[in-house]
T-cell receptor, first 117, second 114 residues
Framework: AQKITQTQPGMFVQEKEAVTLDCTYDTSDPSYGLFWYKQPSSGEMIFLIYQGSYDQQNATEGRYSLNFQKARKSANLVISASQLGDSAMYFC??????????????WGLGTSLAVNP | NAGVTQTPKFQVLKTGQSMTLQCAQD?????MSWYRQDPGMGLRLIHY???????DQGEVPNGYNVSRSTTEDFPLRLLSAAPSQTSVYFCASSYQGRYNSPLHFGNGTRLTVT
């Protein structure tokens, strides 16, 4: 079963507007972390933001924030005031906390975001 | 601070040739891993290591070999290249034992096997 689901293969947003990229996850482990990465066309993987399952507040990093809804098992990335440089592929990933899983990251298939001028 | 250094950036191989992708990190990370990225398939884990002398298989280990003799280095060997191994390869590292530790990625190697 897919543990990380990103339902939007492609998204468009107008420059300066906000956009939400969806991520739902599936785990029975009470301890887990959720990560978002950006992959621009140049190919590198850039870590954006992290949310822990026990964190009381939604994570924020500059223009990036996480809309973390634990009961719904969703961790949507919100990018505020989109810029042309935000055009990229975005990946959601999860690491479960149980020691037996060797801390492997489980990846979604990504969402391609295009920011229009 | 170099982070994760991966070489080469591009490589073309003929079927049956062997080669080694190099990966080094200077962050004293215990965990190191190799991924391949193919269109529509996301990132797939090839091999990983939780410390020097310890390696294990990921989802797609066939045709690849790894070793971890030091904390810093984690080379990936293609034993006999096949066209199906045409892909973009990423090395990534993180702290082990902390589930909130993000993976730090190298810049990737684009490999073409003809």
């Amino acid at each position: 079963a897919q543990k990380i689901t990103q339902t939007q293969p492609g998204m468009f947003v107008q420059e300066k507007e906000a956009v939400t990229l969806d991520c739902t996850y599936d785990t029975s482990d009470p301890s887990y972390g959720l990560f978002w990465y950006k992959q621009p066309s140049s190919g590198e993987m850039i870590f954006l933001i992290y949310q822990g399952s026990y964190d009381q507040q939604n994570a924020t990093e500059g223009r990036y924030s996480l809309n973390f809804q634990k009961a719904r098992k969703s961790a949507n990335l919100v990018i505020s005031a989109s810029q042309l440089g935000d055009s990229a592929m975005y990946f959601c990933a999860m690491r479960e906390g149980a020691a037996g899983n060797n801390r492997k990251l489980i990846w979604g298939l990504g969402t391609s975001l295009a920011v229009n001028p | 601070n170099a982070g994760v250094t991966q070489t080469p950036k591009f490589q073309v191989l003929k079927t049956g040739q062997s080669m080694t992708l190099q990966c080094a990190q200077d962050m004293n990370h215990e965990y190191m891993s190799w991924y391949r990225q193919d269109p529509g398939m996301g990132l797939r884990l090839i091999h990983y290591s939780v410390g020097a002398g310890i390696t294990d298989q990921g989802e797609v280990p066939n045709g690849y070999n790894v070793s971890r003799s030091t904390t810093e280095d984690f080379p990936l060997r293609l034993l006999s290249a096949a066209p199906s191994q045409t892909s973009v390869y990423f090395c990534a590292s993180s702290y082990q034992g902390r589930y909130n530790s993000p993976l730090h990625f190298g810049n990737g190697t684009r490999l073409t096997v003809t």
